[in-house]
């Protein structure tokens, strides 16, 4: 079956790394992704990753994947309170769409 | 380049209507995925349209039901509006279908029309 778990809350002093956790459950997953969403606003993609990677390194964002526990994290280096927003987890399964997870609530205080 | 466009942005019904929400998607784009919403939680996925047709449908009553135009817009169309359909409706584009090996199906988000029934 398909199930993604976040962390509902977040919150970190600006320039503070930030790491948000992801389960998921279906081992068949091809890609796993994490979007953003801002107040009023849709999801923007920010990163992914494809199941047989390990890690993947994009400027200020690092995504591990541990595909044996079904763990999936993001990093963001020097947190600023422009990266306040709720970030989702979300897998898609070859043949299938995407599930998302319930969304981590990232605050960033001054 | 305009992006994925979705309308009205907000719209207010009563129990019992029916309601029909527009999408058009990004330049270049021929799918259409629909989500819902609600306060709090993550997105969950209605159906998906791909040469005018449903391709993919999630867990979502027969009340939802769509369509996709020659010009890859699309509509969602609700009818028999219950107080727990209040929510975000997004609309995504992509180029083909999700769930392919050939790449990672990156989906462009609109900003969403806000449903609330009263």
């Known amino acids: 079956g398909e199930d993604v778990e976040q962390s509902l809350f977040l919150s970190v002093r600006e320039g503070d790394s930030s790491v948000i956790n992801c389960t998921y459950t279906?081992?068949?997953?091809?890609?796993l992704y994490w979007y953003k969403q801002e107040p009023g606003a849709g999801l923007q993609l920010l990163t992914y990753?494809?199941?047989?990677?390990d890690m993947k390194q994009d400027q200020r964002l690092t995504v591990l994947l541990n595909k044996k526990d079904k763990h999936l994290s993001l990093r963001i280096a020097d947190t600023q309170t422009g990266d306040s927003a709720i970030y989702f987890c979300a897998e898609i399964v070859y043949g299938q769409n995407f599930v998302f997870g319930p969304g981590t609530r990232l605050s960033v205080l001054p | 380049d305009a992006g994925v466009t979705q309308s009205p942005t907000h719209l207010i019904k009563t129990r019992g209507q029916q309601v029909t929400l527009r999408c058009s998607p990004k330049s270049g784009h021929d799918t259409v995925s629909w989500y819902q919403q609600a306060l709090g939680q993550g997105p969950q996925f209605i159906f998906q349209y791909y040469e005018e047709e449903e391709r993919q449908r999630g867990n979502f009553p027969d009340r939802f039901s769509g369509h996709q135009f020659p010009n890859y817009s699309s509509e969602l169309n609700v009818n028999a509006l219950l107080l727990g359909d209040s929510a975000l409706y997004l609309c995504a584009s992509s180029l083909g279908l999700a769930g392919g090996l050939s790449s990672y199906n990156e989906q462009f988000f609109g900003p969403g029309t806000r449903l609330t029934v009263l």
């Open positions: 990753i494809f199941s047989n990677m």
């Open positions: 279906d081992s068949s997953s091809t890609y």
